[in-house]
């Protein structure tokens, strides 16, 4: 068969566009394999983003901290600070916990927050800070500084280089719920400014600072002169606070201003319901037409009261079901009342197991409740077993009376 002219520069467009995706593919390769050969057998290091930075006296700061693992090979840095002024708490963290050593693979890094606490009484000046990290067999050792000034701070000054606004400063919600607050920061200053964002919360609370839309997490903000950005600030309750309100103080600070907004989060407390028996067991025996009881408990298992808690059924068709009491007014948190449920199969109820749906909710909102399963084995009525051997003595009888009667003829 004979090619057209078409077919075959078709053909040969194919097989060159084939080529040069091949040829590309093998310099990538090449390319990569040849970065892969530049890096050295094994290289780390430490090193803060900023090696100098100024905060007003008496305030925190967090600094960014990078390690790198610059070698072919895997490796495990612990991390310590080595050095400390006196009247100073220093940690490594990242932003929910503190960290003492990092696992890296080769030629990548990881980001870190070296953060530094000064105590009330720490004079204005210069403090150098020393972090070191060394490989997990102390072969390798990278150390770096960082020195914070202390400036004393001057009353009246600074509030007028930033502007802070949020539209939503109190939000309401469960304890086991996290809170997001919308805040914008202005940069009101003729200059480019770095802010350091800090926040004053309760006791074992974390809060945290995201860009907006986004979902990492950030300790500084660079804006540029007469700039504004939105940033989200991030709260996470103790799971053990009670219900009630908390009020959270959000710093933003440079060395030429500074500013403060304070929010609020209304906890509701959790809500949530447990139901069950006392020995576990979820299951019971019923005569079809009777009325067969269980006690069975309910208990606040969150930590907002409770009140006007329901029980509803979902049983076969016939059956009845009653509860006592049928409903309970208030339940404290952590607070358990005993109910006593009534079941009764249908007259025509085959013998055999079913199963009965018990539901326990709350009318407060947002609701809570719990749904458990039992299973009734039903069996016929102990009068219908007497019957049954009536009627086998009565037969048994008859017979023995025939064959008396039939053996004498």
């Known amino acids: 068969m004979r090619l057209k002219a078409n077919d075959s520069i078709l053909i040969g467009l194919k097989v060159s566009i084939a080529s040069v995706i091949m040829l590309i593919g093998l310099c990538s390769f090449a390319y990569g394999q040849k970065e892969k050969k530049d890096l050295p057998p ?182 540029k002169a007469g700039q504004s950005q939105t940033m989200a600030v991030e709260v996470k309750p103790n799971p053990w606070a009670k219900p009630g309100q908390y009020p959270i103080l959000v710093k933003i600070s440079s060395p030429k201003a500074e500013g403060q907004v304070a929010l609020t989060v209304i906890l509701t407390g959790t809500f949530k319901l447990e139901a069950g028996t006392a020995n576990g067991l979820l299951s019971l025996s019923a005569v079809r037409g009777e009325q067969a009881s269980l006690s069975f408990y309910v208990k606040n298992e969150g930590s907002a009261l409770l009140a006007n808690v329901k029980f509803i059924s979902f049983q076969p068709e016939g059956w009845k079901v009653k509860f006592n009491p049928d409903t309970i007014e208030m339940l404290a948190p952590q607070e358990l009342k005993q109910v006593e449920v009534s079941i009764t199969p249908a007259d025509q109820a085959l013998v055999g197991d079913y199963s009965v749906g018990l539901r326990v909710e709350s009318g407060t909102p947002p609701k809570a409740d719990k749904t458990i399963e039992m299973r009734v084995g039903v069996t016929a009525s102990a009068a219908w077993g007497w019957i049954g051997i009536g009627l086998i003595v009565f037969v048994m009888a008859g017979l023995v009376f025939l064959f008396t009667r039939l053996g004498r003829r």
């Open 42 to 223: 094994r290289a780390i290091s430490v090193s803060p983003e900023y090696t100098g930075v100024i905060v007003p006296q008496g305030e925190a700061v967090n600094i960014d901290l990078i390690v790198s693992n610059n070698g072919k090979e895997n490796e495990d840095i612990d991390l310590t600070v080595t050095l400390i002024p006196k009247g100073w708490k220093a940690w490594l963290k990242t932003y929910n916990f503190g960290v003492t050593g990092v696992h890296l693979k080769s030629d990548t890094k990881k980001s870190l927050i070296l953060r530094a606490q000064p105590d009330k009484d720490v004079a204005p000046g210069d403090y150098t800070f020393e972090i070191k990290g060394q490989t997990r067999d102390r072969k390798l050792t990278s150390t770096s500084q960082v020195i914070i000034k202390l400036e004393e701070k001057k009353e009246g000054k600074k509030p007028e280089g930033v502007n802070i606004v949020t539209s939503y400063p109190v939000l309401t919600g469960p304890t086991d719920a996290e809170f997001e607050f919308s805040v914008e920061v202005e940069n009101k200053s003729d200059k480019d400014d770095i802010f350091n964002l800090t926040a004053q919360g309760p006791e074992n609370w974390d809060v945290n600072f995201k860009p907006a839309y986004e979902d990492k997490f950030i300790s500084s903000l660079r804006l």
